[in-house]
């Protein structure tokens, strides 16, 4: 497997909703930055997770395609539950997306993934 079009976006727009991601998370909350940054990295995840199945295997999607599908549920869910002021609901969806985004980029650092041997051989680790 080779760096195509697309798995380059899916990388930078991954990229981007882990750092606008951490920002939001350390904002102050219900400000007009946090609503605007939480826009822009809901629509990051949106489309990293859109981006996704357009990566196989052989012709052939694995399983982290599930964690796609579950990424376009509850940042969806997230944003609909802020929208109608259920705080909570929306605190818990965005920060399990979070989550989900961070373990996603730990499996894709592994020395046996395209993305991991790049950066591992790039800082001489391997």
Sequence with gaps: MHFTPIIIAHIATAVGALVIGALVLTLRKGTPLHRLLGRSWAVLMLTTALLSFGIRTSGH???????????????????????????????????GAYAGLAI???????????????????????
Excluded: K, N
Excluded at 63 to 90: D, E, K, P, Q, T
Excluded at 104 to 125: D, E, K, Y
């Design 61 to 95: 999607f694995s399983w982290i395609h599930l964690l796609s599908l579950w990424i376009l549920f509850a940042v969806s869910a997230s944003v609909f539950a802020a929208m109608h002021g259920r705080i909570r609901a929306h605190r818990r969806g965005m920060l």
């Design 104 to 126: 996603a980029a730990l499996f894709t650092l592994l020395p046996s993934r395209l993305l991991g041997q790049l950066v591992w051989h790039a800082t001489g680790l391997l």
